[in-house]
C-alpha cells in the first residue's frame, strides 16, 4: 500500500506542479513555502430535511426508502407544497394509490410537488 | 553299570528272554557290549579315523541280535551328544568370547568387521565339519542297524523312516545341545555381521551403476555353478539386465552369506538366521529411509525408497533364496495361496521369471515397512512440512500415499494435534501466524483426505484457541482483503492465496450447482450411488455424511468465529478506515474483493459495504462535477486575487454516514483559507446537488503538502490535523503548546501528541518554557546537523502519519460494541443488587428473557463476558469462582 501510494503521490505532484504559481497562500514573508498541495477532506451528505425519516416507511431520509438499494441520487427526497419531505418512491406510491385527489399523509392537506 | 542297563532294559522288552539266559551269553553280551561301547568312543573321537568302523559294525550287529538295537541307537545318540557338547558347541561358542562385551560396541570399524567375518565362517567351517563326521558315524550305526534288519529280511521302507527319524532325532540335539548353550551376544554377533555384509552390497550396488560391465567381466571368471545359474537368469532377463549385471559382480558375496545362512539353518538356527537378516534389511532400510527423507521436503522419496527397495534387499533376498533353493519349493506362483497383492505388477523385477511366493512375502513386508518408516518420520515433522506448505507438497504427497498403506491416520492425528499444542497454540505465537498454518493445515489435508474427517478432530484445538484472542477477527479480515497477507514476517503467499481461496471457491459454487443439475438424471443418481464410499472409520458420526462436509477453507475460517455477521462487521470496520484514507478514488481492487465476498456471503448482507464503495465512485464523479462547474463560470477578477489556493487543490469523499460504520468526530481549525474553500465546495455541491448539503468532517482525509525550505523541499502526506498544525508555522515560526492547541481547535493533549510527527522529521523542534506546563516549538529552518536528516534531503515521500499513531478514523469494532453494551450495565448491577452474585450463563439468559424492548438483547455470550470483564477492571464488579458479585 505504501508502494502505491507514493506512486500516485508522485503522478499527482507532476500534474500539478503547473499550477504551482498560482497558490502563493504559503509565500506569507515566510523562508520555506508550501506548494505541491492537496487537500482531501471528507464530508458527509444530507437532504436537510426538518425531519429525521420519511413519514411513510420509517426509514431514516438519509438512508433509502425499502425499495431502494442504494441512498442519494438513485432514492431522491421530495417535499410538498406543505413543506413536508418523503422518499421520492414512497409518496409516488401513496399518490398513485389515492384517487382523484391524493393528501399529504402527515397534514392532510391537498398534496402537491413543490415547485 | 552297563550290565545293569542292559539287563534292565531286556526286562522291559522280554521278561521271558531273561529266563533263557545263562552265564556264557551274558557273558557274550557284556563283551560286545564293552567292545560296542570301546569302538563308539574310538570312533567318535577318532577325528575321521575309520578304522574303527568295521570292529563296530561288527558289534553292533552282535547286540542287535541279541535284540538290543534300541539300546545301541539310545547308546550312540548319548554319546554323539556328549561328543558334540564337548567338541563342537564349547567350541563352537568360544570363538565368539571375545564379542561378548563388543556386540554392544559400535561396529561399524572395517577392521572388526573383517574380523567378525572371519570368525563366523571358521567357526561355522569347523562346527560344520564336525557335524558332517559325526553324521558319517551316524550313517555307519545306520548302515549297520540295515544290514542286519536286511539279513533279517525286515521291510526296507520302515528302515528308511527308521533312518531319517533317527537324523531327525540327531539335529534336534544338536540345535537343542547349541541352544542351550546359547551365549546372550550371539544373536547381536549375526545381526552385525549381516548389517555389514548389507552395507558392503548396498554400496556396491550403488557405485556399480557406472562401471558394471567391467564388474561383470571380471568376475564371470570365477564363476561357479550357483552363480552361473543366476547368470543365465539374467541373460534371459531383458529389462533387468543392467541390475544383474551389477548383481553378479555381488553373486560372490551372496553367495557367501548364503553358505552362512546354509550352515546356521543346519545347525538348527533357522529363525534365528532369519531373524538377524531380516533385522539387517530392516535396520539397513531404516538408514535408507531416513537418508534419502532427511529434512528435505521439496522432492517425493517414495519412488526412490521403492526402487532402492528392489535394487538392494530384493535382489539380496532373490539370489538368497535362489541360493537355498527356496525359489524352487515354494510352489508356483498360480496356486491359491498367492498373497493378496501379488498381482501387483512386481513380476518385472527379477526379469521374464516370475517371482517366488517367498519373494513376494518379503517384498510387500519390506514395501509395508518402508511406508511406516516414512510415515512416522514424516509425521514427526508434519508440523514443519506444513509451514512451508505449498513448497512441501511433494512430500504431503507422499504421506498420503503411505497412509494409504498404513492407515494409520489416527497416529497423524494425535502426534500432529500434540506437536500442535506444543508449538503453535502459544502466547508467543502471532494469531496472523496462527492463522497461517491453519489454511495451510487445511490445504495440506485436505489432498491427504479428502472427506475432511481428521481436518475437523486436527482442526478443532485450533479452532477453540483462536476463539480465545481478540484480534482473530481482525487478522482473518486483514488476509481475506490484503493481498501482502498483512504479516511480512510470515509466508507471504499464504496471505495472497486466502484472497485466490475467494476466487477458487466461486469456481466450486459454479461447478458444485452444476452437479446438482446433473444429479437429476438418474444415470448419474445411479453413478453416483455406486460410487459412493463409506466414512473412515475415525469419522464422527455426529458431524454429518461427507457430503454435508464440504472441505471449504472459507468456511472453517468462518466457523472460528461463528458467526458471519461479526466477520463481516470487522471487514466493514476495515473498509471504511481504507477508503477514508484514499486520497485518489481507486477502488478496483476492493470492488473485487467486494464481489468475491458477496458470493460467498449473500448480496443482502454485504449491503452496506457496497454502498460505501459506490460513495467513493459518486464522490468522484461529484468531484469532477464541481471542478468543472468552476470552470464554467468566469471567476470574478477579484475572486482570482483572493482565491490564492483554489478549488483545484480540494478534493472530497462524500460518504452516506448512515451505512458507514460509526465515525469518529473530533473538532478541528483548518487554516482560513482552506476553511474558505471548504464552504466554497460545500456551496458548489448545494449547487450540484440541491437539496442536498455537505457536512464536513475536518479532522478526516489526506493532505499532501510540500515544504520548500531554503536547502531543500519536503513533500508530505499527513493528516488534516498534522497540515493545521503545521501551516500555522507560515505566519509565525513559534509557537507556544497552549496557543497552538486553541488555534488549531484541539486539546493540548492531542496536539502534543501529533506534532510529534513533525518534531521527529527534523521540521520543528520542541524546547521547555520557563514556565514549565508550556512547551514551546520552533520551526527548524535549515538543517545544522545534516547527517541527522540525510535521509529527508530533496524531495521526500512519507506515509501516513495516521499509521504510526495508530488513530483511527473509524471507531473500532470494540468501541461500538462497548458503546452498544453500556446500554445493559444498569440492568446487570440491578440484577447482582438483587440476586448477590451470578454466573455468566445466568447473566447471559436473563438479558436476553427481560431485555427485549428497544433495544432487544443480541449479544453473544462471549460478548458479554469481554463486558463483564471489562467492568471488572473498571472495579464495578468483581469476578469469583465463575460469579460476578457487585464491588462494594
Not at chain 2, 547308546?75 to 568360544?94: C, D, I, Q, V
Not at chain 2, 577392521?111 to 567357526?123: G, K, T, Y
Not at chain 2, 519390506?366 to 511406516?372: D, M, P
Not at chain 2, 471489562?870 to 469476578?879: F, M, N
Request: glycine residues 6%; hydrophobic residues 35%; aromatic residues 8%.
Amino acid at each position: 500500500m505504501g508502494n502505491q501510494l507514493g506512486g500516485d503521490f508522485l503522478v499527482a505532484g507532476g500534474s500539478e506542479r503547473t499550477e504551482r504559481e498560482s497558490f502563493g497562500i504559503c509565500n506569507l514573508g515566510t523562508r520555506y513555502e508550501s506548494q505541491d498541495f492537496t487537500w482531501h477532506a471528507v464530508a458527509s451528505w444530507t437532504w436537510d430535511a426538518q425531519d429525521e425519516t420519511c413519514g411513510i416507511c420509517r426509514m431514516a431520509f438519509d438512508g433509502c426508502c425499502p425499495d431502494c438499494k442504494l441512498p442519494g441520487d438513485d432514492c431522491p427526497l421530495i417535499w410538498g407544497a406543505c413543506n413536508h419531505a418523503f422518499h421520492l418512491h414512497c409518496i409516488l406510491k401513496w399518490v398513485n394509490s389515492q384517487t382523484p385527489q391524493a393528501h399529504c399523509p402527515m397534514c392532510r392537506r391537498e398534496w402537491q410537488f413543490k415547485g | 553299570m552297563e550290565a545293569v542297563d542292559d539287563s534292565e532294559s531286556s526286562q522291559m522288552c522280554n521278561l521271558a528272554v531273561l529266563d533263557s539266559l545263562n552265564e556264557d551269553l551274558i557273558g557274550e553280551i557284556d563283551d560286545s557290549w564293552n567292545g560296542f561301547c570301546l569302538s563308539t568312543e574310538a570312533l567318535l573321537k577318532g577325528n575321521g579315523d575309520l578304522s574303527f568302523a568295521s570292529d563296530f559294525v561288527k558289534q553292533v550287529q552282535n547286540l542287535c541280535s541279541r535284540g538290543l538295537d534300541s539300546l545301541v541307537i539310545e547308546h550312540f545318540l548319548g554319546s554323539l551328544e556328549e561328543t558334540f557338547e564337548k567338541n563342537g558347541a564349547s567350541r563352537f561358542w568360544r570363538h565368539f568370547d571375545a564379542y561378548g562385551d563388543l556386540a554392544v560396541l559400535e561396529m561399524n570399524d572395517q577392521d572388526q568387521q573383517d574380523e567378525i567375518q572371519q570368525v563366523l565362517h571358521n567357526a561355522l567351517e569347523e562346527i560344520s565339519s564336525e557335524k558332517q563326521y559325526q553324521e558319517k558315524c551316524l550313517s555307519l550305526l545306520v548302515h549297520a542297524l540295515q544290514t542286519y534288519r536286511e539279513n533279517k529280511s525286515d521291510g526296507q521302507i520302515s528302515s528308511d523312516a527308521k533312518c531319517n527319524l533317527l537324523f531327525s532325532k540327531y539335529h534336534l540335539t544338536l540345535s537343542s545341545v547349541l541352544m542351550t548353550s546359547l551365549p546372550r551376544h550371539f544373536p547381536d554377533v549375526l545381526h552385525w555381521y549381516f548389517k555389514g555384509r548389507l552395507e558392503e552390497l548396498s554400496t556396491i550396488m550403488a557405485t556399480g551403476y557406472e562401471d558394471d560391465s567391467a564388474l561383470q567381466a571380471e568376475d564371470e571368471m570365477d564363476l561357479d555353478e550357483k552363480s552361473k545359474l543366476s547368470c543365465r537368469t539374467g541373460k534371459m532377463d531383458i529389462d533387468g539386465s543392467h541390475l544383474h549385471g551389477i548383481f553378479l559382480g555381488n553373486n560372490k558375496l551372496v553367495k557367501n552369506i548364503g553358505m552362512l545362512v546354509r550352515d546356521l539353518r543346519n545347525l538348527g538356527f533357522t529363525s534365528m538366521a532369519e531373524d538377524a537378516y531380516a533385522s539387517a534389511i530392516f535396520f539397513l532400510l531404516k538408514t535408507k529411509v531416513h537418508e534419502l527423507a532427511g529434512d528435505d521436503y521439496r522432492s517425493s522419496v517414495l519412488e526412490s525408497i521403492k526402487r532402492w527397495i528392489q535394487a538392494v534387499p530384493l535382489q539380496f533376498l532373490h539370489a538368497l533364496l535362489a541360493y537355498l533353493g527356496d525359489s524352487k519349493s515354494n510352489g508356483s506362483p498360480s496356486s491359491g495361496l498367492k498373497s493378496p497383492l501379488a498381482s501387483y505388477p512386481s513380476s518385472d523385477y527379477y526379469g521374464t521369471g516370475t517371482p517366488s511366493e517367498g519373494l513376494v512375502r518379503w517384498q510387500l513386508r519390506l514395501e509395508y515397512f518402508a511406508y511406516e518408516t516414512l510415515q512416522d518420520l514424516r509425521i514427526a515433522k508434519l508440523f514443519e512440512i506444513i509451514v512451508d506448505y505449498p513448497d512441501s507438497s511433494p512430500a504431503i504427497e507422499d504421506l498420503k500415499q503411505c497412509l494409504e498403506y498404513t492407515g494409520q491416520h489416527s497416529k497423524l492425528v494425535d502426534s500432529f494435534i500434540s506437536s500442535l499444542r506444543y508449538r503453535l497454540l502459544t502466547a508467543g505465537a502471532s494469531t496472523n501466524d496462527i492463522l497461517h498454518q491453519y489454511v495451510s493445515t487445511i490445504k495440506a489435508l485436505r489432498s491427504i483426505d479428502p472427506a475432511g474427517v481428521f481436518l475437523e478432530a486436527v482442526g478443532e484445538p485450533i479452532r477453540e484457541y483462536l476463539r480465545g484472542r481478540k484480534d482473530t477477527i481482525k487478522c482473518i479480515v486483514t488476509m481475506l482483503t490484503d493481498g501482502a497477507g498483512g504479516n511480512p514476517s510470515g509466508p507471504g503467499s499464504t496471505g495472497d492465496s486466502l484472497l485466490e481461496e475467494l476466487n477458487r471457491d466461486e469456481e466450486n459454487q459454479e461447478n458444485f450447482g452444476l452437479d446438482d443439475d446433473v444429479n437429476t438424471d438418474d444415470k448419474q443418481a445411479w453413478i453416483n450411488a455406486q460410487s459412493w464410499e463409506p466414512d473412515p472409520l475415525e469419522a464422527d458420526p455426529l458431524k454429518g455424511s461427507r457430503y454435508r462436509r464440504k472441505v471449504d477453507i472459507l468456511g472453517m475460517i468462518v466457523g472460528i468465529i461463528g458467526s458471519k455477521d461479526q466477520l463481516i462487521n470487522e471487514y466493514r470496520v476495515m473498509l471504511a478506515e481504507k477508503l477514508l484514507n484514499k486520497s485518489d478514488y481507486d477502488i478496483d481492487s476492493e470492488i473485487r474483493t467486494l464481489e468475491l465476498l458477496k458470493i460467498h456471503f449473500g448480496e443482502s448482507s454485504m449491503q452496506k459495504c457496497e454502498i460505501m464503495l459506490n460513495d467513493l465512485i459518486d464522490s468522484k464523479r461529484t468531484n469532477t462535477n464541481i471542478k468543472a462547474s468552476i470552470k464554467q463560470q468566469p471567476q470574478p477578477a477579484a475572486d482570482l486575487r483572493e482565491h490564492e489556493m483554489s478549488l483545484d487543490n480540494i478534493n472530497a469523499t462524500i460518504i452516506s454516514t448512515n451505512f458507514w460504520p460509526p465515525i469518529q468526530d473530533e473538532a478541528l481549525n483548518v487554516p482560513g483559507p482552506v476553511d474558505q474553500l471548504l464552504s466554497d465546495y460545500a456551496k458548489r455541491f448545494h449547487e450540484v446537488k440541491t437539496p442536498r448539503k455537505l457536512l464536513w468532517k475536518k479532522n478526516l482525509g489526506t493532505v499532501k503538502l510540500e515544504l520548500e525550505f531554503e536547502d531543500r523541499v519536503l513533500q508530505f502526506t499527513v493528516t488534516p490535523l498534522q497540515a493545521s498544525i503545521i501551516m500555522q508555522f507560515q505566519d509565525k515560526t513559534s509557537w507556544t503548546s497552549k496557543n497552538l492547541a486553541s488555534a488549531v481547535g484541539v486539546p493540548v493533549d492531542v496536539l502534543n501528541r501529533r506534532i510529534n510527527f513533525w518534531i521527529s522529521k527534523g521540521i520543528l523542534a520542541e524546547s521547555i518554557e520557563a514556565d514549565s506546563s508550556d512547551h514551546k516549538f520552533t520551526l527548524v529552518e535549515a538543517l545544522v546537523d545534516s547527517g541527522k536528516t540525510a535521509a529527508n534531503v530533496g524531495s521526500c515521500e512519507e506515509l501516513l502519519g495516521v499509521d504510526e499513531d495508530g488513530e483511527r478514523s473509524v471507531a473500532s469494532v470494540e468501541d461500538q460494541l462497548h458503546k452498544e453494551m453500556t446500554v445493559y450495565e444498569k440492568f446487570i448491577t440491578g440484577m447482582l443488587t438483587n440476586f448477590g452474585s451470578m454466573a455468566l450463563d445466568r447473566i447471559h439468559n436473563t438479558l436476553k428473557m427481560f431485555c427485549i424492548g428497544d433495544p432487544s438483547y443480541d449479544k453473544s455470550l462471549q460478548q458479554l463476558q469481554s463486558f463483564l470483564s471489562g467492568l471488572v477492571t473498571e472495579e464495578k464488579l468483581e469476578l469469583r469462582e465463575g460469579m460476578y458479585f457487585l464491588k462494594k
